[in-house]
T-cell receptor
């Protein structure tokens, strides 16, 4: 069975601090895809990044970076120099590979508060 | 493009009442989904559709029905609402990709309260 665990329920930081959101997944598939989505206070989830199981390269996009480690089944998300606009709920998610992979398993989410 | 839209945005029902939530997407996506979001539980899949005229059960389908008569629309029905169905409901859609790497596009959500 597939599972995504986000152990941090809520995190509170002060603006300009760095913060890492943890994500641990479970799957027996060799091909799978990992995602991060952001849910701002407006409510609509927005796709941030996708990673496939064969690509363990870290990725950086501006202040955002993602660290994928198959050895620990983790796909962690770091925000550098956090800003108030980063306040949101962040979801880590998992798709199995192949034509049956359209059903996404979501973690419970981590609520990030960034205080000015 | 409007993306994924949902109506209504808010609704209050009494126990036993029925209602239909409407989801529409203008991206020509094959796949559509209905989720419910409850505190501490992330998003749970209620029903999904892989194409017009086809629907299937997700993780928590009991008490809900769906229909996909047109490719762009996906309706979620509650026949007899119960307080346990108080939640925020999200519709999403995605392209069909054989690799399984399809990200989902979400609507703004419907906040439903059942008294």
């Amino acid at each position: 069975a597939q599972k995504v665990t986000q152990a941090q329920t809520e995190i509170s930081v002060v603006e300009k601090e760095d913060v890492t959101l943890d994500c641990v997944y479970e799957t027996r598939d060799t091909t799978y895809y990992l995602f991060w989505y952001k849910q701002p206070p407006s409510g609509e989830l927005v796709f941030l990044i996708r990673r496939n199981s064969f690509d363990e390269q870290n990725e950086i996009s501006g202040r955002y970076s993602w660290n994928f480690q198959k050895s620990t089944s983790s796909f962690n998300f770091t925000i550098t120099a956090s800003q108030v606009v980063d306040s949101a709920v962040y979801f880590c998610a998992l798709n199995k590979g192949g034509t049956g992979g359209f059903k996404t398993i979501f973690g419970a989410g981590t609520r990030l508060f960034v205080k000015a | 493009n409007a993306g994924v839209t949902q109506t209504p945005k808010f609704r209050v029902l009494k126990t036993g009442q029925s209602m239909t939530l409407l989801c529409a997407q203008d991206m020509n996506h094959e796949y559509m989904y209905w989720y419910r979001q409850d505190p501490g539980m992330g998003l749970r899949l209620i029903h999904y559709s892989v194409g017009e005229g086809t629907t299937a059960k997700g993780e928590v389908p009991d008490g809900y029905n769906v229909s996909r008569l047109k490719k762009q629309n996906f309706l979620l029905g509650l026949e007899s609402a119960a307080p346990s169905q108080t939640s925020v409901y999200f519709c999403a859609s995605s392209y069909r990709r054989s690799r399984g790497d399809n990200e989902q596009f979400f609507g703004p959500g419907t906040r439903l309260t059942v008294l």
